[in-house]
C-alpha cells in the first residue's frame, strides 16, 4: 500500500513563528502536492514539485515555501504563521503517468493563535 | 483549463435511499476523473476512477459513476446509503499532463438520516 505519512496530525503555533510540515511518501512518486483545505473552498494548491529540487507555485503560494531535498520527502514552510494561515494541511503524492490518482496523508490541522 | 464544479455543498439523504452527488467538469482534452471520500478527521480516500475505458466505473463501498462527455457530467450514485456514509466528496479532473495537478471540486458534503 502507498503511504502518505505527514509528520503531525495538530500543531499549535503562535504569531510570527517559522512552522515546519513535513511530509514522507514510500512509493517512490516524481510528484509531491501540498493543499490546504477550508470550509466551503474544498483543497487549494499551495505548491507542488514534480522532481527533487523541483518546485512550481499552485494557486495560493503567497505566505509558503516548500523544500523537497529529497524524492520521497516534501516540505512545506510558513515563513512567519499568521492567524489566516490556521487550517487543514494536506500533502500528496503520485507517479507521473497522466490519469493516476494522487494518495493522501492524513493532513495536519495547524492552528495559529 | 481544466475545471470542476459540484452542484451541491450538501446532501442529505435517509438510510437506504439512494445517492446522487452531481459533478460537472470543462476540459480542452480528454480528462480523466476521479472521485475521492473524505471522513471527519481523515485524509482522503480514492472512491473511483475513470480514464478512458468504459463509461461506467464501479468504486468501492458500493458507489458508481457515469462519465457523459455529451452532458461534461461525472456523477456519484448509491443505490442505497449507509450510516457509514456520511461524509465529504470530491470531484476531481486530471491535469493536462502527468506532472501537473489533479483539479478539485469545492466539495458536497452527504448526511444520512436514520
Known amino acids: 500500500d502507498v503511504k502518505v505519512t505527514q509528520s503531525s496530525r495538530y500543531l499549535v503555533k503562535r504569531t510570527g513563528e517559522k512552522v515546519f510540515l513535513e511530509c514522507v511518501q514510500d512509493?517512490?512518486?516524481?510528484?509531491m502536492f501540498w493543499y490546504r483545505q477550508d470550509p466551503g473552498l474544498g483543497l487549494r494548491l499551495i505548491y507542488f514539485s514534480y522532481d527533487v529540487k523541483m518546485k512550481e507555485k499552485g494557486d495560493i503560494p503567497e505566505g509558503y515555501s516548500v523544500s523537497r531535498e529529497k524524492k520521497e520527502r516534501f516540505s512545506l514552510i510558513l515563513e512567519s504563521a499568521s492567524t489566516n494561515q490556521t487550517s487543514m494541511y494536506l500533502c500528496?503524492?503520485?507517479?507521473?503517468?497522466?490519469?493516476?490518482?494522487?494518495?493522501f496523508g492524513q493532513g495536519t490541522r495547524l492552528t495559529v493563535v | 483549463a481544466q475545471s470542476v464544479t459540484q452542484l451541491d455543498s450538501h446532501v442529505s439523504v435517509s438510510e437506504g435511499t439512494p445517492v446522487l452527488l452531481r459533478c460537472n467538469y470543462s476540459s480542452s482534452y480528454s480528462p480523466s476523473l476521479f472521485w475521492y471520500v473524505q471522513h471527519p478527521n481523515k485524509g482522503l480516500q480514492l472512491l473511483l476512477k475513470?480514464?478512458?475505458?468504459?463509461?461506467l466505473v464501479k468504486g468501492i463501498n458500493g458507489f458508481e459513476a457515469e462519465f457523459k462527455k455529451s452532458e461534461t457530467s461525472f456523477h456519484l450514485t448509491k443505490p442505497s446509503a449507509h450510516m457509514s456514509d456520511a461524509a465529504e466528496y470530491f470531484c476531481v479532473v486530471s491535469g493536462l499532463s502527468g506532472n501537473t495537478p489533479l483539479v478539485f471540486g469545492k466539495g458536497t458534503r452527504l448526511s444520512v438520516i436514520a
Open positions: 475513470y480514464t478512458s475505458a468504459a463509461t
Open positions: 512509493m517512490d512518486h516524481e510528484n
Open positions: 500528496a503524492s503520485s507517479p507521473t503517468d497522466r490519469g493516476t490518482e494522487a494518495f
